[in-house]
């Protein structure tokens, strides 16, 4: 059997894993696709949508410093810098609902999952 198929031998080797799991299997916890390929990629989603806030904050430090360029070279007109600002403006808005509609709705969605958990074990 390749070193690729034996996760629980090779710890690292389960993100290489070229395999695909079902939903089935990423919704059992027992299943050994499921702890192979199903987490991380949940943990890379997870931490792709919390580091929303920091693109956020690059995005508005990136307008701010187009703004203080073309007001520090006000009489001369930088028409390629004017011309991309209402985009980077645009992705800034979007960037900053999106940073704070994500990480509360997967803290909710977190807090929610663990109650519906404690409920079911005590039932």
Known sequence: MPLHRQPALYAGEHRRTSE????????????????????????????????????????DLLENGTVLRLLANYPERLVLLASGLPYVTMIKRAASLLALTVPVSLLAFQFLRTRSH???TLS
């Open 20 to 59: 695909a799991a079902s939903p089935r299997e990423c919704s059992n916890p027992r299943s050994v696709k499921a702890t192979t390929v199903c987490v991380p990629r949940r943990r890379f989603l997870r931490a792709l949508l919390l580091s929303l806030p920091f693109v956020y904050v690059l995005v």
């Open 118 to 120: 404690e409920v079911e």
